[in-house]
């Protein structure tokens, strides 16, 4: 595996020394900061509402999530427990209170009959998570009338606004496909590459 590959995989799968400098990028770059900021303000997150977070990384945007809900709850899902051990620390106050669950599981990765207001999944579903079946379970644990929420910003080398575009155009057909409605896609104006946010609502 080239170190270009090596060092992709770290961004999917953090682990060992790199994943923890991939962490540290993904806690302090930017326009990381600024991406997620935005997914959340477009989310519409409100005090009590119950939000699924898909792959957290080190917990970042968590903190804004859990700002928002006061005495609501949080969920974040993630296969890598180097990037839980970074939420966990993050985090530990909202964990004793009972604010916070952190999972380790492939997405979706939670009980069939868990109940969301909110999902998001930022920069977390382009590797291999934007399938149909994933699309549905999301739409099935999806309150009526609750948000989802899909961005993604291409990073690496030949990054364009070209990728983001593609894969706003696929998570439209994935959600529609899932029986969401109201789908629409927002262009992040960031830097280097303009980020997509793709939204939808449960009827």
């Known amino acids: 595996m080239s170190l270009q590959s090596r060092v992709v995989e770290q961004f999917h799968h953090p682990r060992g020394l790199l994943g923890r400098l991939a962490g540290a990028v993904m806690a302090h770059r930017a326009s990381n900061l600024e991406r997620n900021r935005r997914t959340v303000e477009l989310l519409d997150v ?13 917990g970042v945007t968590l903190g804004l999530l859990l700002e928002r809900v006061g005495h609501g709850h949080v969920t974040a899902v993630d296969h890598s427990e180097l990037m839980l051990e970074q939420c966990r ?57 609750g948000r989802i929420a899909i961005t993604f910003q291409p990073r690496g080398p030949g990054a364009s606004e070209r990728n983001a575009e593609a894969f706003g155009q696929r998570a439209v057909r994935l959600l529609e496909g899932a029986g969401f409605t109201a789908v629409r896609v927002e262009t992040l104006p960031l830097a280097p590459v303009p980020a997509v946010c793709v939204l939808g609502e449960r009827a």
């Open 46 to 58: 409100r005090p009590g509402h119950r939000v699924l977070e898909l792959g957290p990384g080190p």
């Open 89 to 145: 620390r993050r985090h530990e106050r909202a964990i004793r209170e009972g604010r916070l669950d952190l999972i380790r599981a492939e997405f979706p990765g939670v009980p069939e009959d868990a109940r969301f207001d909110r999902i998001l999944a930022v920069n977390s579903l382009q590797f291999d998570a934007m399938t149909e079946p994933v699309m549905r379970t999301l739409a099935a644990i999806l309150e009526p009338g």
